[in-house]
């Protein structure tokens, strides 16, 4: 079955620090976001991409975020310059028509 | 605007026994509402969905779910647990299209005991 596939798995980075989060979506999708998920509160949305471009994001994904599909392959999160509180888990997601996601199984980010 | 509340931060039953994971749903438009599991380091894993269709969805693993319209809830239920059902599970809901964002509850932690 085709998965969505991120990597690391899990990331360890300084705060103030670059850090791109890496995601290969199913290869006929059309629809790309990014989830996160803080340790104890909920699953909240970032950005959803369609088309080349950024098709909705939410308060969280300020200038510090963005996202690129570089190639034809993969769709990347970049956050500029990490804060504490980015620490948490992020998951890609892919959709062919925008209606049902498969999700990959995500990137602990830890920021020290 | 549209949420989603999971009654139940924690579940616990035993094998063999009915599972009832509580979710009640505030939406604008007729909403598309999801159940999703998630395994120790494993991904977000779709298990039914709601769609405008047959009120009583069923699901993977054996798991069903009923769109409630006056009780605005859409509760996953199961007729016998099984140990490899223990995992965390979120119900969601989207827009009317579909084609809008998820809004995820806290999730129910669901523990099996032999």
């Known amino acids: 079955e085709p998965e969505v596939t991120q990597t690391p798995s899990h990331q360890v980075t300084q705060m103030g620090q670059e850090v791109i989060l890496r995601c290969v979506p199913i290869?006929?999708?059309?629809?790309f976001y990014w989830y996160r998920q803080i340790l104890g509160q909920k699953v909240e949305f970032l950005v959803s991409?369609?088309?080349?471009?950024?098709?909705?994001k939410s308060e969280i994904f300020d200038d510090q975020f963005s996202v690129e599909r570089p190639d034809g392959s993969n769709f990347t999160l970049k956050i500029r310059s990490t804060k504490l509180e980015d620490s948490a888990m992020y998951f890609c997601?892919?959709?062919?028509?925008?209606?049902?996601?498969?999700f990959g199984s995500g990137t602990r980010l830890t920021v020290v | 605007a549209q949420s989603v509340t999971q009654l139940d931060s924690h579940v616990s039953v035993s094998e063999g026994t009915p599972v009832l994971l509580r979710c009640n749903y505030s939406s604008s438009y007729s909403p598309s509402l999801f159940w999703y599991v998630q395994h120790p380091n494993k991904g977000l894993q779709l298990l039914l969905k709601?769609?405008?269709?047959?009120?009583l969805v069923k699901g993977i693993n054996g798991f069903e779910a009923e769109f409630k319209k006056s009780e605005t809830s859409f509760h996953l239920t199961k007729p016998s647990a099984h140990m490899s059902d223990a995992a965390e599970y979120f119900c969601v809901v989207s827009g009317s299209s579909g084609y809008s964002t998820l809004t995820f509850g806290k999730g129910t932690m669901l523990l099996v005991s032999p």
């Open positions: 997601a892919s959709s062919v028509s925008g209606v049902g996601y498969t």
């Open positions: 709601y769609t405008s269709a047959a009120t």
């Open positions: 991409f369609y088309n080349n471009e950024i098709s909705e």
């Open positions: 290869s006929n999708h059309l629809y």
